[in-house]
C-alpha cells in the first residue's frame, strides 16, 4: 500500500516537471511583439515599464497600479 502511494506521488511529481517544462519551452518562443499585443489587447489591466541601459524601452500605464501575475514570465518573454 505504502509502495503504491509513492509511486503515485513520484508519477505525479514527474508529470508537473513535465508539464513545466512544455511550458517554459512555448514562452521561450515568444517574442516583443507578443508582449505588445498582449498589452494592446488588455489596456485596462496592464502596467508594463521596460528599461533598457537606463532608458525607458517601452511605458504602459506606469502609474497604475495592478495586481503580480506571471510577473518573471513577462520579464524572460521580453528577454
Known amino acids: ?7 503515485i506521488v513520484v508519477c505525479v511529481v514527474i508529470l508537473y516537471v513535465v508539464v513545466q517544462v512544455l511550458l517554459y519551452k512555448r514562452d521561450m518562443k515568444k517574442t516583443k511583439e507578443d508582449l505588445l499585443t498582449f498589452v494592446t489587447k488588455n489596456k485596462k489591466d496592464v502596467s508594463v515599464t521596460i528599461i533598457e541601459n537606463d532608458d525607458v524601452v ?12 506571471s510577473t518573471v514570465k513577462l520579464v524572460v518573454l521580453f528577454h
Open 1 to 7: 500500500m505504502l509502495l503504491k502511494i509513492g509511486l
Open 58 to 69: 517601452l511605458e504602459w500605464n506606469a502609474d497604475q497600479k495592478t495586481p503580480l501575475a
